[in-house]
């Protein structure tokens, strides 16, 4: 079972970027996260990474709106890296939410499948968060798509929290597949979800709990607030 490398710090958003940029200078594939805490992130690793050729940017989930939406994970990454990025952009391959969670995801799945062929697609990054509930991407507590193994991707019709509209998610052999998969996670109001996801025992009531990439490796990005429920040395 794959052990999570807990590094708390002052300032977690600068951490990740040099996780994204780390794999963008290797031209590989990096799975974006939603919500509001990366932005800072991706301004930073915009910064980091002048050309992006050769890059395939893909979204770990995103609510089923269209991508000018204010509720768009797509949206955030165009606002936040895309449209910061000086340089040759990378190929980008966005959740067409505005079809619906059903049809978006099973065409999601599908260029996934023409990319990485038959089997779990392996991310070379997938950068996550978490909420408060234990949630990550879009695979929120009791929901059907826990339970999903024969799909890299799949349609949710009802969000766990807000905002209330269907998602499309990355599923957890999909998330496990990845080579590294990095939380971000800021504030005092992850403190709970951080010990029940990554604290000893986790709580496998908590979906973060269950992400834990083997071979690949999982590392859990904190500023101290977000850490506060953690025992021990990190
Ligand atoms: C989403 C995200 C979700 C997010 C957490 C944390 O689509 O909402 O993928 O999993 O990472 O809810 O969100 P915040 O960063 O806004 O706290």
Redesign the pocket.
């Given at each position: 079972m794959t052990q999570p490398r807990i590094t708390i710090t002052d300032d977690p958003a600068a951490a990740a970027a040099e996780k994204i940029a780390a794999v963008a200078r290797a031209r590989g594939h990096i799975a974006l996260?939603?919500?509001?805490?990366?932005r800072a992130a991706y301004e930073q690793a915009a910064a980091l990474v002048e050309d992006w050729s050769g890059v395939t940017l893909w979204f770990?989930?995103?609510?089923a709106v269209g991508p000018n939406d204010e509720r768009s994970?797509y949206r955030l990454a165009r606002e936040a890296l895309l449209d910061r990025i000086a340089g040759p952009a990378p190929v980008v391959h966005r959740i067409h939410g505005e079809e619906g969670y059903e049809a978006a995801a099973g065409a999601y799945a599908e260029t996934l499948r023409a990319v990485f062929g038959e089997g779990v697609p392996a991310l070379d990054l997938i950068l996550?968060?978490?909420?408060g509930d234990g949630?990550?991407?879009?695979l929120f507590p009791g929901t059907p798509a826990l339970a999903v193994t024969d799909q890299p991707v799949v349609g949710v019709p009802e969000p766990g929290?807000e905002p209330f509209v269907p998602?499309i998610t990355f599923t957890f052999p999909a998330l496990n597949a990845a080579r590294e998969v990095v939380f971000l996670i800021e504030g005092e109001g992850k403190a709970e979800a951080v010990r029940r996801a990554f604290g000893s025992p986790p709580d496998p009531a908590a979906p973060s709990a269950h992400v834990r990439p083997d071979p690949g490796t999982l590392t859990v990005l904190l500023d101290p607030p977000a850490a506060a429920q953690l025992e021990g040395p990190a």
């Open positions: 996260a939603g919500g509001r805490t990366p770990g989930d995103d609510r994970n996550l968060g978490i909420g949630h990550t991407a879009s929290l998602r």
